[in-house]
């Protein structure tokens, strides 16, 4: 069955850094575009992050351009999501998820998803 599997969450000080990965199994990794979402206490899920099958496409939420950075491993079935000068704000639970077909932006495009690492960021 498919597993997406991820890491490197954790508690860092404003303005610190933290890096994310996802493993993925049981797919065909290449062909999935792949995204990072994230969830705070008493807020919807929204997107973070995306980046297209090839790697060549990146895409990023307004709120994280120009501070993280998404990337990916096929080789190693393998999406990073570097996060730099962290704000309280991007406290949340950092979910990893793989789309066959669809929008980018879009929770209902995802196929499957992980079952997410917090990040803490205190001020």
């Known amino acids: 069955q498919v597993q997406l599997v991820e890491s490197g969450g954790g508690l860092v000080q404003a303005g610190g850094s933290l890096r994310l990965s996802c493993v993925a199994s049981?797919?065909?990794?290449?062909?999935?575009?792949m995204g990072w979402f994230r969830q705070a206490p008493g807020k919807e899920r929204e997107f973070v992050a995306a980046i297209s099958r090839g790697g060549f496409g990146t895409y990023y939420a307004d709120s994280v351009k120009g501070r993280f950075t998404i990337s990916r491993d096929n080789a190693k079935n393998t999406v990073n999501l570097q996060m730099n000068n962290l704000k309280p704000e991007d406290t949340a639970v950092y979910y990893c998820a793989a789309a066959r077909s669809g929008g980018l932006r879009s929770l209902g495009s995802y196929d499957y998803w992980g079952q997410g690492t917090q990040v803490t960021v205190s001020s």
């Open positions: 049981g797919l065909t990794f290449s062909s999935y575009t």
